[in-house]
């Protein structure tokens, strides 16, 4: 009965035959029995500790760079480029850019805990699933995967050659830059925009910002969470802990308490929510937050969210019309 109820049951049923029982040798073997099943606990709890320690992770979000490596077998397959391509068990999931039909499709993604402790962790492989998978870290507590430490092949010691490293493609953040600017800045629509993430793991994060002068993302963003003195309802003060990604993400999910947006060190109340119809993609959901002569209008996409401010201050012609135009 002890063995097949397992764990901590398993010990107090062992402790239980050992009171009742008073032979001796019943009572050494349920004593022989609980030694053995702590000597399990602690080894697990050993294994434990190696994936609950916390990991230097790689950027949320950023095309991630896969180098070095010193099994010939795999360096080529798991080296390069690659992007962000979905989710796989609550964690974002990564796909190799291929340079040409030939070269092996390659994933970075994480496994969950529903296979067992040795399986749980970070895997670079074919294809998502365990059925061939090249480098493995055991980390479950990382967000987004280690930059070292990796084991590669999976089986094998730990290649301290291997590293991922964020890497954000210059031409590709200068590209989206200068069409937010032209479409949006050099037009005097808006004073300032930006383009986040709308949905998946990174849901609320910005990508790009763009304003006069380069300073665009001092006027959408705050990185880090911050406190701020907010009223109350019955007109009361409290301090309250900011995070400004949660915040994007729970105002295009209609999920923010009194309808509160905070952009830029700044809050603003959401006082819009209309479809517009378009020409070429259907109807958009244009979303409208405001503060003292200042705004922001959102417009969620498929996988993103383009959003502009709108300051009356600094350029009179500004305003909710123009910035939603």
């Known amino acids: ?16 035959v050992a009171r009742l029982s008073g032979e001796s040798a019943t009572r050494a ?15 697990e709890y050993k294994e434990l500790e190696v994936v609950e320690e916390e990991a230097d992770e790689v950027v949320a979000g950023a095309t991630l760079s896969v180098s070095g490596c010193k099994d010939d077998n795999i360096s080529g397959t ?13 964690k974002p999931m990564y796909k190799k850019e291929r340079e040409t039909d030939a070269d092996c499709e390659a994933f970075i993604y994480y496994w969950d805990m529903r296979d067992g402790v040795s399986e749980c962790g970070w895997w670079i492989g074919h294809d998502i699933g365990l059925s061939e998978a090249w480098c493995h870290h055991p980390n479950r507590n990382a967000a987004t995967p280690p930059k ?15 590293s991922l490293s964020s890497k954000v493609l210059e031409e590709e953040e200068k590209a989206w830059s200068d069409k937010l600017h032209e479409d949006l800045i050099q037009t005097r629509s808006c004073s300032a925009c930006g383009l986040g993430w709308k ?29 701020a003195c907010v009223v109350q309802e019955d007109f009361s003060e409290k301090w309250e802990t900011i995070n400004e990604q949660s915040s994007l993400h729970a105002a295009v999910a209609a999920e923010a308490p009194h309808d509160a947006l905070w952009v830029g060190g700044e809050r ?12 070429d993609v259907g109807d958009l959901q244009v979303i409208v937050a405001k503060r003292f002569k200042k705004g922001i209008c959102i417009v969620p996409l498929h996988t993103t969210v383009v959003l502009g401010m709108y300051n009356e201050a600094l350029d009179p012609s500004q305003c909710e019309l123009t910035c939603k135009k």
């Open 148 to 162: 070292s430490q990796w084991s590669a092949p999976f089986d094998g010691p730990v290649d301290h050659s291997l």
């Open 199 to 227: 949905s998946g793991i990174f849901e609320g994060a910005m990508l790009y910002a763009a304003a006069a002068c380069d300073q665009g993302w001092d006027m959408l963003v705050r990185d880090k969470d911050y406190e």
């Open 1 to 16: 009965v002890a063995g097949t109820l397992g764990g901590a049951s398993a010990v107090d049923a062992l402790l239980v």
């Open 78 to 90: 798991v080296a390069g480029l690659y992007r962000i391509s979905g989710t796989n068990h609550g």
């Open 29 to 43: 073997m349920a004593l022989q029995g609980v030694g053995v099943l702590f000597g399990r606990a602690a080894q």
């Open 268 to 279: 603003y109340v959401v006082t819009l929510r209309q479809d517009v119809p378009t020409r």
